[in-house]
DNA sequence: GTTAAATTTGACATGAGTGTCAATCATGCG
DNA sequence: CGCATGATTGACACTCATGTCAAATTTAAC
């Protein structure tokens, strides 16, 4: 196995997904790719065959490390405490350096069209609401929506949240909304 | 006032805004909008002076049309009814030829950040806050929140909707969730 | 009919970005 | 040690898009 990698990989995906994340995946040229990691363009195509490629290798430490915080997120007993800290958590994610969020940026981005990227879209929603199923389960009782129906509620909203934060910029009108969904969500009394 | 144009403008901005809607912001050249438009992009620069000009021109005509849909949509007495229907509407419209929603391409598009662009789109959603608020207000006995949160968290739902629904193609879906959440608001037994 | 204002047109110079490829270089393995 | 494998590098040939401008053209108004 002579002739091996110089880059650093890990490095490399971080910087593209920084540069991604940014930018967005049509906005992103191969050229910024190599400019922003240090390794060369051709080294790229040699690597990866294309933009596509790359991004999906970047899109998969996106992917883990919002699932990671969603799931810590949830983790509190209380359910009103869980599903608010995930609206927090989400609302904190996308404003770090304004940064808006990867998913649904290529969820609009039309030239990231491929069945590839369609793909890890879908796993990734369809892994958040599989955590909020798990999450929801046990406290069904007190719910006023069945499981399956909130958890959509719950993904659908995050999107929403997301979308409202590049128009209004105003986190805590945000997060105030996200905790009345969560409690026309819960039997109890709301706020 | 000699020397007139020489093309029709209602043309124009009816070419341009299908292209901006297709593409988005960004993606569309000022290449592409003259060859759609069959007017010279000298032309274009001449009587606009650029692409964002000419989006905002074009964007006005799609502002109008949605918030006239919205209008109509939310016009029957029965609550539900006319809620349900915003979403169905809402559904449809941007699930003609796929195009999705120009509003949100626009809001989540990085290079379509100048401020003139930027108030477009705040102006949009809070028409459309709006239009909740007065016919929200005087049924405000019905709901299970105050009449400013149900209508942020509808036009937030609405935005959510936008995104899901290009991952998941899958209108009944959409529009299920949409009546839960309006099952939600109102005070009076579930579906 | 002439004039003057404004539009149209095609060309120009420039800058990004693309994907490929042959030559060069590094290195693990025999 | 040498070599084959594969990575790196820089260049090449393209395409697309940009914004500007002078020349030509159109037409309302006098």
Same mark, same amino acid.
């Given at each position: 196995?002579?002739?091996?990698?110089?880059?650093?990989?890990?490095?490399?995906?971080?910087?593209?997904? @920084?540069?991604?994340?940014?930018?967005?995946? #049509?906005?992103?040229?191969?050229?910024?790719?190599? !400019? *922003?990691?240090? &390794?060369? /363009?051709?080294?790229?195509?040699?690597?990866?065959?294309?933009?596509?490629?790359?991004?999906?290798?970047?899109?998969?430490?996106?992917?883990?490390?919002?699932?990671?915080?969603?799931?810590?997120?949830?983790?509190?007993?209380?359910?009103?405490?869980?599903?608010?800290?995930?609206?927090?958590?989400?609302?904190?994610?996308?404003?770090?350096?304004?940064?808006?969020?990867?998913?649904?940026?290529?969820?609009?981005?039309?030239? @990231?069209?491929?069945?590839?990227?369609?793909? #890890?879209?879908?796993?990734?929603?369809?892994?958040? !609401? *599989?955590?909020? &199923?798990? /999450?929801?389960?046990?406290?069904?009782?007190?719910?006023?929506?069945?499981?399956?129906?909130?958890?959509?509620?719950?993904?659908?909203?995050?999107?929403?949240?997301?979308?409202?934060?590049?128009?209004?910029?105003?986190?805590?009108?945000?997060?105030?909304?996200?905790?009345?969904?969560?409690?026309?969500?819960?039997?109890?009394?709301?706020?």
């Amino acid at each position: 196995m002579a002739g091996v990698r110089q880059f650093d990989e890990e490095r490399l995906l971080a910087d593209a997904l @920084a540069q991604f994340w940014r930018k967005g995946f #049509a906005a992103t040229s191969m050229q910024e790719l190599a !400019q *922003a990691s240090g &390794v060369q /363009r051709g080294s790229l195509y040699n690597a990866y065959g294309g933009k596509e490629a790359l991004f999906i290798a970047a899109y998969r430490r996106y992917q883990a490390r919002y699932i990671e915080g969603v799931q810590r997120a949830l983790a509190p007993p209380d359910l009103r405490v869980a599903l608010s800290g995930l609206f927090a958590f989400s609302i904190g994610y996308i404003r770090t350096d304004r940064r808006g969020c990867l998913t649904t940026k290529t969820a609009i981005d039309e030239e @990231a069209g491929s069945p590839a990227i369609r793909a #890890a879209l879908r796993q990734q929603m369809s892994d958040l !609401q *599989a955590l909020l &199923v798990e /999450r929801l389960a046990p406290a069904a009782s007190e719910l006023r929506l069945p499981v399956e129906m909130a958890a959509d509620l719950i993904v659908t909203h995050t999107r929403g949240l997301v979308v409202m934060e590049r128009i209004q910029d105003d986190p805590a009108r945000l997060q105030a909304g996200a905790d009345a969904l969560v409690g026309l969500l819960l039997k109890e009394a709301q706020v």
